[in-house]
């Protein structure tokens, strides 16, 4: 597995990371618990999850509890108040086992807390890394505008935004902005929200751009090994590839 830097967080970050959303929906063989560890053995260490997804956040913090020292470990808050923010992570923290988390998100589509804000909520954030309850900042969003204000403020450490080979070409920009900026992308919805099926190419997509981290969502060890062999594997990209890709684009846009 190859790592690379997160951005201002400075962490070396598996190329594959493992979104926790759809762990709720895992059971049997396919428990979350032996799909979590089945991903930490294969290398990735990027483990991603949401206080929205309560259920989820303790699957993740279950399965991560004997090696929590050795990941990378994000949740995320919708909250909209500094208190109600402040009662997540407490609560998540609790949920996770764990006292400070690697990356804490807030998820937003209508404002950026700035630090002269009324409403204190990056005043909250730098008092989380203070005290070291959330070791960086980031901001999730769909929200265009929203993102490239977060990544040219310099205010943030990481920004989460959707991207895949589906995604508008204006989405590249928020890529080059944030190396621009030395601040992590990592690319939410991979498969373009369930409307992209063919795996290969959605993965070879995306690992062209050596600094995009995908979160791809797992929910069986089936799923988590064609992702593992799409890495060992990427596809060729070559004008074949290339093709596929604009047509399928074209299909969708």
């Given amino acids: 597995m190859d790592y690379i830097r997160l951005g201002k967080t400075n962490a070396l970050i598996s190329r594959v ?3 926790a959303m759809r762990l709720l929906d895992s059971e049997g063989e396919n428990n979350a618990g ?4 089945k991903a930490y053995d294969a290398g990735i260490n990027f483990f991603d999850t949401s206080r929205k997804t309560p259920e989820t956040e303790k699957l993740l913090g279950d399965a ?12 995320a808050t919708a909250s909209t108040s500094a208190e109600e923010i402040k009662e997540d992570l407490e609560t998540s923290l609790m949920t996770l086992h764990c006292d400070t988390v690697d990356l804490y998100q807030f998820e937003t589509e209508e ?7 009324e409403d204190g909520i990056y005043k909250l954030f730098m008092n989380f890394k203070a005290e070291n309850k959330a070791k960086s900042i980031g901001i999730v969003t769909t929200n265009f505008d929203l993102a490239k204000k977060a990544v040219e403020s ?5 920004i989460q935004f959707p991207f895949s080979m589906v995604s508008p070409d204006e989405s590249v920009e928020i890529v080059k902005l944030c190396e621009e900026h030395d601040v ?5 919805q991979p498969l373009g929200g369930g409307i992209i099926q063919n795996i290969p190419l959605a993965f070879g997509f995306l690992h062209q751009y050596e600094s995009v981290i995908p979160i791809w969502g797992i929910q069986t060890q089936e799923e988590l090994e064609q992702i593992l062999y799409f890495y060992e594997h990427p596809p060729v990209i070559d004008e074949k590839f290339n093709q596929d890709v604009e047509r399928i684009r074209n299909f969708f846009n």
């Fill in 111 to 117: 404002f950026l807390p700035l630090p002269d804000g």
């Fill in 64 to 75: 991560l509890y004997d090696i929590r020292k050795n990941v990378f470990l994000s949740t």
């Fill in 184 to 188: 992590g992308f990592i690319a939410m």
């Fill in 34 to 37: 032996a799909i979590v560890r």
């Fill in 154 to 158: 310099d205010l943030y450490d990481t």
């Fill in 17 to 19: 990371a493992f979104g």
